[in-house]
């Protein structure tokens, strides 16, 4: 059975940072592209950042939300089957459940790459929790 599973979440202060982890599980992700995506409470879900392939053609190339570059960064270990998102300074509206997602389909990512309906599988989800 194809999973992603996220870790690393949990409760930090305001300006302190956090590390995400989104493992794949019967299935490589190293021609994927991959993604992460956040929800809060009463919001839709967000997307923050999108890692392209490798071997895309445009390789490991990178794309984020506005709001988020600079304080986010995402990598990815495709010997460890593995996504990473490294979150700095992070601020009390970053508390969400934080999600990755891989495009099954796709190896770089296009100009949707912020839609969640560009990829087909999807982690459980982490918590992440910014407050005073």
């Known amino acids: 059975q194809s999973r992603l599973v996220e870790s690393g979440g949990g409760s930090v202060h305001p300006g302190g940072s956090l590390r995400l982890s989104c493992e794949a599980s019967g299935f490589n992700m190293g021609a994927n592209a991959l993604a992460w995506f956040r929800q809060a409470p009463g919001k839709e879900r967000e997307a923050i950042s999108c890692i392209s392939a490798p071997n895309s053609g445009f390789g490991a190339s990178t794309k984020y939300s506005d709001s988020m570059e600079g304080r986010f960064t995402i990598s990815r270990d495709d010997a460890k089957n593995a996504v990473f998102l490294q979150m700095n300074n992070l601020k009390i509206d970053d508390t969400a459940v934080y999600y990755c997602?891989?495009?099954?389909?796709?190896?770089?990512?296009?100009?949707?790459?912020?839609?969640?309906?560009?990829?087909?599988?999807w982690g459980q989800g982490t918590q992440v929790t910014v407050s005073s």
């Open positions: 997602a891989a495009d099954s389909a796709g190896s770089w990512c296009g100009a949707k790459w912020f839609r969640p309906a560009e990829y087909d599988y």
